[in-house]
């Protein structure tokens, strides 16, 4: 999925907030996202289906989940997303206007900010204990190179606190 030469409403940071709030949803973790020609592939370990117990629970029975979210999921995703938060505030039920956001979401929206700033052919990264590390397929002089980039949990965690004060909120 070329995200600069798709449709102009695309980047990185409302893609990948998308893609975070679906893996909210799913309780997936510790995940792996590659972007591909046509879309991205994701893998991460999500409960078994039926299995009720939390995350966290050691007797928690986890699996391998591995699929593919082509460009037309990944769009109805940002669309789903998008009526979501605007059925926030008065009429949508959520009178503070804040609904609760996951981790996922938060965190790949202010990682997708971050590759937006930086404008990469494509991108591949993976989380485990709320930590990335992020491989981006840059121009250069010398042609185009991988670059690397790790983001701690603590920086993770401030850029999110730090993103509604960015945007003007």
């Given at each position: 999925m070329r995200i600069y030469e798709g449709a102009p409403r695309q980047n990185y940071e409302e893609v990948l907030r998308?893609?975070?709030?679906?893996?909210?949803?799913?309780?997936?973790?510790?995940i792996t996202l590659n972007e591909a020609a046509d879309g991205f592939i994701i893998q991460g370990l999500a409960l078994v289906p039926g299995d009720n117990r939390p995350w966290d629970d050691p007797?928690?029975?986890?699996?391998?989940e591995t699929f593919n979210l082509r460009e037309d999921d990944v769009a109805r995703f940002m669309d789903e997303a998008l009526a979501r938060r605007s059925g926030r505030?008065?009429?949508?039920g959520d009178p503070a206007g804040q609904l609760?956001?996951?981790f996922y979401e938060a965190a790949?929206?202010?990682?997708?900010?971050?590759?937006?700033?930086?404008?990469?052919?494509?991108?591949?990264f993976f989380?485990?204990?709320?930590?990335?590390?992020v491989r981006l397929l840059m121009p250069t002089r010398a042609g185009?190179?991988?670059?690397?980039?790790?983001?701690?949990?603590?920086?993770i965690d401030a850029m999110v606190a730090a993103a509604p004060a960015e945007r003007g909120h």
């Open positions: 998308s893609i975070g709030a679906l893996l909210d949803q799913r309780g997936m973790r510790e007797a928690a029975t986890l699996e391998k505030g008065s009429q949508g609760a956001t996951g790949l929206r202010v990682l997708g900010r971050y590759i937006d700033q930086q404008q990469p052919r494509d991108v591949f989380e485990q204990d709320h930590q990335f590390v185009l190179r991988h670059v690397l980039v790790e983001f701690t949990r603590q920086e």
